[in-house]
């Protein structure tokens, strides 16, 4: 103790004569009492962090065993980690690149139209929202119920005015006498012949959806040279029996109904009347196959799955984009506002097209701006996360993970497993390091 | 931030309601029991109950104050963060007297900390009138910690009034007539079952209610506990019965794709809109809470409970407020007993917003048929049980997109293959209990 002690009391410096020595201490002192503030700031909140990342990485859940690089292992392994990296990679490979060439095209394009600048608000607009923000917005438009989802809603308005309605919505057989669905044809399984009669029952026809002519449904009676049926709502309060006409099921008119013989050559072609019934009246004998074509239908459109497994991904770059283009745009703006305009002019003076000023002049002149924008994106989209968090439902997200959002969800989002999620976090950081060590070579050379 | 204040002003209060004990005590041997009851005293409850719910619980405490006019019974709400609060109070020494635990877990967090009394002055009160099912629930290792003082029911199905009457079908009663109805349902022209899969625990909580009818109560404790493993033949029997609902596309709103993008609220207002999307939703007693506002109640929509399986015990999966005791004093066993009695129950019963275990209350005591219905099922409930996936691991049993959630969702969308989803059931589950 006393050692110590009267190490500790020993003055920094004793007096010395050599002034020099003393002064160098002293401007040392001074550099680093100003570095000081920076430094601890850098240790606390960037050197101490990264690296008890990289320490807990080779531990396991809990913490107290070391299990080396079994972190590293699962990483490859892990079915929904390798998704995530899959993910990232379409990330890294379309984003950087798709905003870069949208925000040039845009640039290039509000140079030369009047409005320029409402124009260029209206794109930037979306860099003033939180990405989670616009995550929600983006998830409500991409909902799949064409009643909530925007763009389903605009599709369904596009292909209601193309399509012809139908008179019924949504049929489908009401036993199994009937096959097919409401989406092609519905015919009688078996095939009839003269003096047939024809039951063609359906069900899965909501009550408001039955035509508002609609009778009582009859059971018609047979025709000796012909072939008589009824197409009715085989459905009445309890169920009723499938397959028989009952009293309160109404038959559905207008429905069109045709004939064709075991070949498939068309024979007739008949609308059903207020009480569903229909009648073919002189036929040669032979098989017939009796069927609902499909023009009785109106494809009710279900809405595209926008959030899907399959889309979902897309979906979300396409949000991104929207966010980002107008930074893009911007800064792009700003380099081509800073390109000699005499360049351009002797380049079209030389006779050159639009389009060779465009490739071979503007191009390789903003070619350092497109550099930024580009690697600024690449960070970006390798730490995409709340975006992707705040689009995709719970169901799809391990479809749409990224590697940031499967580090939080591996680390904090329940499992809490604290090994794993911080081998994606050095896993992450391996791969900025070599854009980081790209930007600042960048930087020196422009220094 | 009202949030933030509203939290120390309660944190204020309770060490206020503290100093108020430490008071009490010291009194204790003057013994001046008032006019009614013998046991005198100051007693600090907490709970996260606020608002309507305080003002209720409130007149649950009048109605002991009123008897032992000696003790003074101290309410604190300590809102969304009261296990936090009651953690921080038991490292520190300082708990309540009593307070009332939402997570089943707690109870047995608080029980290994060593920081609850046991509740055998109760035991037969609870027995007798709450059931067996309550003393199971509250006992850690057999003896009695707490007991469901207020209980939610999520064995519920709510319904369409008006699509049921066009397809004339009656609330079924059993699950081959459930089925049936649903066929009927389906024939009518509108979907039978509108499902929010986007959140997988809906499907988590309709999986419970067939498990518990088709495998029982025992197997359904040991599920919980995983002694048996999801690939057990129970679990596969249950799956097959759950795939008769969520299997069949064509009956449900939006069809399985659309489920698995429906979330909770949206499978709501499905059913309970103006044109609704399909005639039934099977959850819990909070699905008014989400319904359009406009609808009424019993005219336009209205709820029976979920239909038994192979003349199943009425059965009720849910979860509630459990009360246990932290400081024994004779002042708060008369409190805890006084909770078991019939009286209590009602007093908060006729209020509304309330369900009781308790066997001889009088489901006329609730405000509406629909609350009838609801809280009915539990005093006549032979089998109660907590919520199955509450009681698992976080990261098996209630995350977003993971584990049981994420599983029981893939189960929708690829329903034939029981063996395989199983599986994956059992691989999570290993991992998460370790």
Known sequence: ?447 | MTRRIRGRAAALTLIGALALIAAGCGGDDGGSSGDGGDVSGTLAVTAIWSGAEQEAFQAVIDGFTEANSGVTVNYTSGGDQLPTQLSTAVEGGNPPDIAFLGQPGLVRDFVEKDALQPLDFAREDVETNLGDSAVQLGSVDDTLYGFLFKAANKSLVWYNVAAFEDAGVEPPGTWDDFLAAADTIGASGIPAFSIGGADGWTLTDLFENIYLRTAGPEKYDQLAAHEIPWTDQSVKDALTEMAKVVGNGDNIAGGTTGALQTDFPTSVSNVFSESPKAAQVIEGDFVPGAVESGLEPETDYNVFDFPAINDSAPSVVGGGDTVVMFKDSPAAQAFIRYLTTVEAAEIWAERGGFGSLNQDLDTGTYPDAIQQTAAGALSEAEVFRFDLSDLQPAAFGGTVGQGLFKLFQDFVQNPDDVDGITQQMEDAAAKAFG
Do not use: C
């Open chain 1, 1 to 447: 103790m006393s050692v110590t002690g009267s190490v500790a009391g020993d003055p920094p410096v004793t007096p010395t004569p050599e002034a020099v020595e003393s002064g160098g201490w002293r401007r040392h002192a001074l550099a680093a009492g100003f570095l000081a503030p920076a430094a601890i700031f850098l240790g606390v909140w960037i050197v101490y962090p990264t690296l008890t990342t990289i320490w807990r990485s080779f531990f396991d859940e809990s913490g107290d065993e070391f299990v080396g690089l079994q972190n590293y292992q699962t990483l490859f392994t892990s079915d929904v980690i390798l998704t995530a990296i899959k993910n990232n990679a379409i990330w890294v490979l379309v984003v950087p690149a798709l905003v870069t060439s949208v925000g040039l095209v845009f640039a290039v394009l509000t140079e030369r139209i009047p409005w320029s600048v409402a124009f260029k608000t209206a794109v930037f607009m979306p860099m003033a929202i939180s990405a989670f923000a616009a995550g929600i917005t983006w998830r409500i438009v991409y909902l799949q119920e064409p009643d909530r989802g925007a763009l389903n809603a605009g599709i369904a308005v596009v292909k209601d005015s193309f399509s012809s309605g139908g008179v019924l919505a949504d049929a489908r057989p009401s036993s199994d006498a009937l096959e097919g669905t409401s989406q092609g044809t519905i015919r009688l399984a078996e095939p009839v012949g003269r003096g047939d009669i024809a039951l063609l029952g359906l069900t899965a026809i909501g009550s408001s959806e039955v035509p508002d002519d609609a009778e009582q449904a009859v059971r018609p009676e047979a025709l000796q040279g012909g072939i008589r049926g009824v197409v009715w709502r085989d459905f009445k309060p309890g169920g009723g029996t499938a397959g028989e006409v009952e009293p309160d099921e109404l038959g559905l008119p207008g429905v069109t109904v045709k004939l064709r013989t075991s070949g498939g050559g068309a024979v007739g072609s008949t609308m059903t009347a207020t009480d569903g019934t229909f009648s073919f009246d002189e036929v040669e004998s032979g098989e017939y196959s009796v069927a609902i074509g499909s023009e009785s239908f109106s494809q009710s459109f279900g809405g595209v799955t926008w959030l899907g497994e399959k889309l979902v991904t897309p979906a979300i770059l396409i949000s991104y984009l929207w966010i980002w283009a107008g930074f893009a745009m911007v800064v792009i703006a700003a380099g081509l506002a800073a390109i000699p305009r005499d360049v351009l002019e002797a380049a079209r003076t030389d006779g050159g097209t639009e389009w060779q000023v465009f490739r071979r002049v503007t191009v390789p002149l903003l070619a350092p701006v497109l550099t930024v924008v580009f690697i600024t994106m690449l960070i970006n989209v390798l730490k995409v996360f709340d975006i992707v968090i705040a689009i995709a439902p719970g169901s799809v997200q391990d479809d749409a993970t990224v590697l940031a959002l499967q580090m939080w969800r591996t680390a904090f989002g329940g499992s809490n497993d604290f090994g794993v999620g911080s081998a994606i976090a050095v896993f992450i950081f391996l791969l900025v390091v070599p854009i980081l060590a790209l930007n600042i070579r960048r930087f020196r050379r422009e220094l």
